[in-house]
């Protein structure tokens, strides 16, 4: 069996600046904690408007810290929701969807191994 504490877990992270990140930031701002099915589970902690993204399956992401804006894009439009911290997010899969936080936010996340898309914010 293995506990893992993800306020603990986070402590290291520093914050990814989306749109100025570095492969030096990038490593530090995302920590990959274990494998479960076909599933990746992690901790991610950035600032800014991330780029559209879309996953075959659900996502699962848990506000760890902080506050982010979803935004979903489906066939009537977009829709947008805040979470905080503890708030849990379900992201349907196969729904192009992106994230913005004007101050640093911490995520766990529960995503696909293989599958995902990704496109720039302003596409």
Request: proline residues 5%; aromatic residues 6%; without cysteine.
């Given at each position: 069996?293995?506990?893992?504490?993800?306020?603990?877990?986070?402590?290291?992270?520093?914050?990814?600046?989306?749109?100025?990140?570095?492969?030096?930031?990038?490593?530090?701002?995302l920590?990959?904690?274990?494998?479960?099915?076909q599933?990746?589970?992690?901790?991610?902690?950035?600032?800014?408007?991330?780029?559209?993204e879309?996953?075959?399956?659900?996502?699962?992401?848990?506000?760890?810290?902080?506050?982010?804006?979803?935004?979903?894009?489906?066939?009537?439009?977009?829709?947008?929701?805040?979470?905080?911290?503890?708030?849990?997010?379900?992201?349907?899969?196969?729904?192009?969807?992106?994230?913005?936080?004007?101050?640093?936010?911490?995520?766990?996340?529960?995503?696909?191994?293989?599958?995902?898309?990704?496109?720039?914010?302003?596409?």
């Amino acid at each position: 069996m293995i506990i893992y504490n993800l306020q603990d877990a986070a402590q290291s992270l520093t914050t990814i600046e989306i749109g100025k990140r570095t492969d030096d930031v990038a490593t530090s701002g995302l920590k990959m904690l274990f494998p479960f099915g076909q599933h990746d589970v992690g901790l991610l902690r950035f600032q800014g408007s991330t780029p559209w993204e879309e996953h075959p399956n659900d996502e699962f992401l848990l506000v760890v810290e902080g506050e982010t804006t979803l935004t979903l894009r489906t066939e009537d439009g977009e829709t947008q929701a805040t979470a905080r911290k503890g708030d849990v997010l379900l992201v349907p899969g196969q729904v192009w969807h992106r994230q913005d936080a004007p101050a640093p936010v911490t995520l766990m996340f529960i995503t696909n191994h293989d599958g995902n898309k990704h496109k720039h914010a302003t596409e």
